[in-house]
């Protein structure tokens, strides 16, 4: 699955109201649609790609979650 399908996968459930988790081997992170607003009203998006890559924003810097686990909630 290429970056740019994750981040569609990941935007279609956060519109229908889902959670999201985002988790490595040590931390886990669970990203909820009013999280995603709260950037977003910022003027910044809390998900992006750069074609190769998929990034999650974390305060002024950017970490690459390619690898991390992404998982759906209800």
């Given amino acids: 699955m290429t970056a740019d399908e994750k981040l569609t996968m990941l935007e279609k ?6 959670t ?13 649609p009013k999280t ?3 950037w977003r009203d910022a ?3 809390l998900f992006f790609s750069d074609g190769k890559s998929l990034y999650m924003r974390r305060g002024r810097h950017a970490d690459c979650i390619d690898y ?4 759906v909630l209800k």
């Fill in 20 to 32: 999201v988790y985002v988790g490595t081997y040590h931390r886990g992170w669970t990203i909820t």
């Fill in 13 to 18: 459930a956060i519109a229908l109201g889902k």
């Fill in 36 to 38: 995603v607003q709260k």
């Fill in 68 to 71: 991390c686990a992404l998982r």
């Fill in 43 to 45: 003027g910044l998006n």
